[in-house]
């Protein structure tokens, strides 16, 4: 069965510092792996996903994330938050088709000034 | 831009009560979802449906059911509420290839 580990329950940075978020899946083929974002009281956005291809994405907000199969690993990156980045991040993996996504359990992000 | 909607934002029941919770999407996506949010638990697959009438268990499905009558509309269905069913409720839809889901802002249903 599928599944994704998010180590990091609660990352607290500094406005202006680097961000990564760690993500490590369990898949036996090639997964589809996103990140997604949840503001305060808001749903869920994606902000960048992998299928193929160049296994370093590019998402909104500045975000990037890179797909690394030899340690089944797709960290998300931003090289300078901002305090609006505070929000908790979810990882996800999944086959696309009929087959469902499977969600990590989140990173609460805090940006102090 | 996508729309996804769900009937409340916040919903307060007692024990024992039916509850439905809507949701309703406006671009004609094939695949919808629900799942539940808890701390530390992250999103749980409740119910999934890849086509109107049809549908699937997801990994939490005891105590819910759901109906897909209309493309755009998935309801989820509380026969009979309890307290451990308070929650975060977040409905998704997708495309067939599931390359997205785009989420509605939730519901967060107390069960008293």
Not at chain 1, 23 to 30: E, K, M, P, Q, W
Not at chain 2, 19 to 32: K, R, S
Not at chain 2, 66 to 94: D, G, H, P, W
Request: charged residues 20%; proline residues 4%.
């Amino acid at each position: 069965a599928q599944s994704v580990t998010q180590p990091d329950i609660h990352i607290t940075v500094s406005e202006g510092a680097s961000l990564e978020l760690r993500c490590n899946y369990s898949y036996g083929a090639t997964p589809y792996l996103f990140w997604y974002v949840q503001s305060p009281g808001q749903g869920l956005q994606l902000l960048l996903k992998y299928f193929s291809g160049d296994t370093l994405v590019q998402g909104i907000k500045g975000f990037e994330a890179e797909f690394k199969r030899s340690q089944s690993s797709f960290n998300l990156r931003k090289p300078s938050v901002h305090w609006s980045d505070a929000a908790e991040y979810f990882c996800a993996v999944g086959s696309g088709g009929y087959q469902k996504v499977t969600f990590g359990t989140g990173t609460k992000l805090q940006v102090i000034p | 831009d996508v729309k996804v909607t769900q009937s409340s934002r916040y919903l307060v029941k007692r024990t024992g009560e039916k509850v439905f919770l809507e949701c309703v999407q406006d671009m004609d996506h094939e695949n919808m979802f629900w799942y539940r949010q808890d701390p530390g638990l992250g999103l749980r697959l409740i119910y999934f449906s890849y086509d109107v009438k049809m549908k699937e268990k997801g990994d939490i499905p005891e105590g819910y059911s759901v109906s897909r009558e209309k493309k755009e509309r998935f309801s989820l269905i509380l026969e009979s509420a309890s307290t451990n069913q308070t929650s975060m409720y977040l409905c998704a839809s997708s495309t067939r290839y599931q390359e997205t889901q785009y989420f509605g802002p939730g519901t967060r249903l107390l069960v008293l």
